[in-house]
């Protein structure tokens, strides 16, 4: 998509802190951090919500999730918390379908 940030990113026109690239996906730090650890990672495919998923997206979805772990993994983290927004009531402000690795601090539940 033209106008999609985390395209651009995906292109090279924004630039970013990576911490994995694959040929489906990219891991980058969020510019507003909300934990010491903050990290997105998104599909290389632009989906823009996982409302929009399909059946056909189903191993990607399941890498996203394997990624965050071995990202989590590889940073020794053992706390951490996985969130995907969905729509803008959730919170979610980038439709590029992303997920948010977070973790360095307390997380409370339920969340806010
Ligand atoms: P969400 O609110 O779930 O859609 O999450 C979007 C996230 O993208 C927010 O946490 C933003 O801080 C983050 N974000 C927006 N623009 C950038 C950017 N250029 N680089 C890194 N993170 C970004
Ligand atoms: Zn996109």
Redesign the pocket.
Known sequence: MNDC?FCK?IKGE?P?QKVYDSPTLLA?????P?SPVHI?IIPKKHIPSLSDAAAADQALLGEMLLAAKNIASEKELSDYRIII?NGRGS????FHI?L?LLSGRLFTWPPG
Do not use: M, P, R, Y
Request: no cysteine; net charge neutral; aromatic share 6%.
């Open positions: 940030i990113i924004i970013s980058f730090k969020d510019i507003h909300v997105l927004n919170g979610q402000t980038v992303h948010h």
